[in-house]
């Protein structure tokens, strides 16, 4: 069970205000936490930098995130749903009467994917629904589905050619924020809620099963901030609350088995924990360079390797960004100070 250690302290009515100093560092920490607070275990929520002394704590990890490499396959998971597993990452698939939805990132075993899913159906896929890419991600579907109309949430920028050597085309469909799809009596959703894994993450919602495809946005162990992708830390934090406002019981992660709603939530705090830790070395004036073994994550359960992605890719970004976030946080508290009092304003 998650505990607060947050501390709340009240201005007696009709009392003097703090001086500016004071109210103008409030502002700033409430600035920089904006987005980060957790929300549904009633956790942090905009605290001041002299709550910063102590990171959230979200409890010893119930089961172990860590596992091995699912064996190819393909599962069912619900009715006229399945997973195909052991190919690089988890691919959903949806039977219907009219043809077949595909939704999962493709990568170099994209033609074992399709093979897997003749195993169960010899129904045309109709459509393929890409959940993001990064730049070393094949381009193209595999040669059964050329006839599939590709679906995905458009990037802000065009990505470089596929890893297969391919031009990266745009999808036949994109969105931007949300879009149904429907195919016989099936409906499927995909929402795009803002860049976190990368700029165009998207998840795909079964309704009428209570399944949900979360990709990369929801792993087993410590995220990998695709920052050179668009990703942000910030926008993956508000990813994660719009997903649990969706309606869903098991949501599927882009690698290892299903999660329930409750391992998505610990998942985002985890998360919020993760950024949380990382302002305490940036506040406490901690150089970039030399943060990142100070950075303590046992007890989320995420170990993480000098050599990781994490590590060599995430971390310089993620500091920098929230370095910004901070500026950014002055700048705005700076402009609510009253001149001719010395004072600043309650944000």
Request: charged share 20%.
């Amino acid at each position: 069970m998650s505990r607060r250690r947050t501390e709340h302290r009240s201005r007696p009515a009709g009392g003097p205000r703090p001086p500016a100093a004071k109210w103008l560092a409030c502002a700033l920490g409430g600035a920089l936490l904006a987005g980060t607070g957790i929300t549904a275990g009633g956790q942090l929520a905009g605290a001041a930098p002299d709550a910063l002394d102590e990171a959230p704590f979200v409890g010893p990890p119930e089961a172990s995130w860590r596992f091995g490499p699912p064996a190819p396959g393909i599962e069912a998971l619900a009715q006229d749903l399945y997973v195909v597993t052991g190919h690089g990452s988890n691919v959903l698939v949806r039977v219907t009467p009219e043809g077949v939805i595909v939704a999962g990132e493709l990568n170099s075993q994209s033609e074992a994917v399709a093979s897997s899913i003749e195993i169960v159906t010899d129904r045309p896929v109709r459509y393929v629904v890409r959940t993001h890419r990064h730049g070393t991600e094949p381009a193209s579907v595999p040669a059964a589905w050329e006839g599939a109309t590709v679906v995905a949430s458009e990037p802000p920028a065009a990505r470089p050619p596929g890893g297969d050597g391919r031009p990266a085309a745009l999808p036949a469909l994109a969105f931007t924020r949300g879009l149904s799809l429907f195919l016989g009596a099936a409906e499927v959703r995909l929402r795009h809620f803002g860049p976190a894994h990368t700029d165009n993450d998207a998840v795909v919602l079964f309704p009428d099963l209570g399944v949900l495809y979360a990709g990369d946005l929801v792993v087993r162990g410590m995220p990998f901030i695709d920052f050179a992708a668009g990703g942000s830390s910030r926008g993956w934090v508000e990813t994660l609350d719009g997903i649990l406002a969706l309606d869903f019981e098991i949501a599927v992660p882009g690698s290892g088995p299903p999660l329930t709603r409750r391992e998505v939530q610990v998942f985002r705090d985890r998360f919020v924990t993760l950024r949380m830790r990382t302002m305490q070395l940036l506040y406490r004036g901690v150089a970039r360079e030399d943060a990142l073994p100070l950075l303590q994550t046992v007890d989320l359960d995420w170990p993480f390797a000098g050599g990781g992605q994490f590590a060599t890719r995430s971390f310089p970004a993620l500091y920098d960004q929230l370095a910004s976030e901070r500026d950014e946080a002055r700048e705005e508290a700076m402009a609510t100070a009253d001149p001719a009092s010395g004072e600043t304003e309650r944000p």
